[in-house]
């Protein structure tokens, strides 16, 4: 089960909208497209706020904690995965030694290009 809660009922954020995203072919699936969420361990943004790659704007849509046993293959797609097996790997390979733990909980941060007004 999703717990999608409103910005006001999120718990302090444990790090800067600017660390979100980092790893190149990361930042180059969210300019194509192919990226449209990301989990981290921790909270990085709020919804509204905007995070800025490669000089393009996009908004937090929605955040949102999950365990990585609720993942289905279309999280993985939100990531640029085809399944959750793959993301799985990248993942672990970005983390050597870390388990892959079901009950293990993330932030999701959904996210879209922004329109400017």
Not at 54 to 82: C, M, N, P, R, W
Request: aromatic content about 8%.
């Amino acid at each position: 089960m999703q717990n999608q809660m409103g910005s006001d009922a999120l718990p302090p954020k444990t790090c800067t909208i600017d660390r979100l995203i980092t790893v190149k072919p990361d930042i180059e699936k969210v300019l194509s497209g192919q990226k449209t969420a990301t989990r981290r361990n921790g909270r990085y943004a709020d919804v509204g706020e905007i995070m800025t790659l490669d000089g393009h704007e996009f908004a937090i849509d929605k955040v949102y904690s999950q365990s990585l046993g609720e993942l289905t293959d279309d999280h993985a797609k939100q990531e640029g995965y085809s399944n959750v097996e793959e993301y799985k790997q990248s993942i672990l390979s970005y983390h050597p030694g870390m388990p892959w733990l079901p009950q293990m909980r993330v932030w999701v941060h959904e996210f879209s290009p922004h329109k400017k007004k």
